[in-house]
């Protein structure tokens, strides 16, 4: 497999228009406190696994799904203005190449943001190591896939979450600091009850 470590910028042309809905939800989600979870939109079967994930995790408490595209290209509007406030940005992506969350980091920060790879949430035995279209996989088996990836994601951000709480005080200033310890309690509060929604217990 061949390896590129070459750091590079891309250039995005400007515009001055914003999305008007996205001005509206980002607003919103800022107003909320809500969280948000972005994912791989790549044309294959990872990347719809990784989207279907991310929709499912968006429905729960204290998360919603954002628009990656206004967050990357708009830097003025209310989406991106969103992801910079947000305690963290949830990023699923597809594989291994973790496309979005390599973008991401030059937005936000490392420290802001938690990223999963999907494929290695469901892809044991390499059963799905050589899958390329979305439509070589059943639908039921995508949304059980999709289902699978969306409870670990939701476990693990319970997990994290209670770890830090139990080895920082929040009104310390230590650790990762504030934004990090709001993020804590906003996800223990209801992350638990949200996953055992997902999972219909």
């Not at 909320?32 to 696994?49: A, D």
């Not at 947000?86 to 938690?114: P, Q, S, T, W, Y």
């Not at 190591?129 to 979305?134: G, K, P, Q």
Request: net charge neutral.
């Amino acid at each position: 497999m061949g390896r590129s470590e070459l750091t590079f910028n891309l250039e995005v042309q400007g515009m001055k228009a914003v999305c008007p809905l996205g001005e509206v939800v980002g607003a919103k989600m800022i107003a909320e406190n809500k969280i948000p979870v972005i994912s791989c939109e790549g044309g294959c079967f990872r990347g719809e696994i990784a989207r279907m994930a991310a929709h499912l995790v968006g429905k729960q408490e204290p998360f919603m799904r954002g628009c990656h595209g206004e967050m990357f290209t708009a830097p003025t509007s209310a989406m991106a203005d969103w992801a910079k406030k947000a305690e963290k940005v949830i990023v699923i992506d597809g594989c291994f190449m973790k496309c979005h969350g390599r973008v991401l980091i030059n937005i936000i920060g490392k420290e802001n943001m938690i990223q999963f790879d999907a494929l290695r949430i469901y892809n044991e035995g390499n059963k799905y190591t050589d899958i390329m279209l979305y439509d070589e996989v059943s639908e039921e088996e995508r949304r059980q896939l999709a289902q699978q990836v969306a409870d670990k994601v939701l476990s693990e951000l319970s997990t994290q979450t209670r770890t830090h709480l139990k080895n920082v005080d929040p009104g310390s200033g230590q650790g990762a600091g504030r934004r990090e310890s709001a993020a804590c309690r906003l996800v223990c509060e209801h992350c638990e009850p949200s996953r055992n929604a997902a999972m219909g217990t």
